[in-house]
């Protein structure tokens, strides 16, 4: 785990559709002593994703929390909220190969999980290859520099 920051949690939001699975991760990360943040939701109680995404967002931006784990029943809804934040680079991924990359060549900031398309067991190893994989710089700066829109000519 090692693109986890002293002193700084992970950050967690999910909707009611990811809430077990993020309850499922929050274990996982007190098992290996990793400090969290639970944005929400705490039940599974239908709600809004975008309620629990934009917290989180403001979070990951502020620097209170990094990097973050976004889940709802696909991953796009929670996704497409997180990614309207121009410091967000937001990635979904159902297997590590695709959390690797993310963050390899993406800089990815928050992982993605899809709670009703993936296994649990599959979502643990996608959070190891997200947490293990450095950044790898290089063209990949270059590109993720111009993804904000306020950098746009
Ligand atoms: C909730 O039913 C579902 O729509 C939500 O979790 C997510 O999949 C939306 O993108």
Redesign the pocket.
Known sequence: MSILKEGVPVGLCS????FELKSIIEGYLESHGVSFEDFGTYSAESCD?PDYAHPCAFAVEAGRVYPAIAI???????GMSLNKHQGIRAALCWEPELARLARGHNDANVLVL???FIDPAVALEVVDAFFSTSFDGGRHQRRIDKIPVSDCD
């Open positions: 909707d009611h559709a990811g994703y709802c029943g696909t991953g796009n809804g929670i899809p709670a009703r």
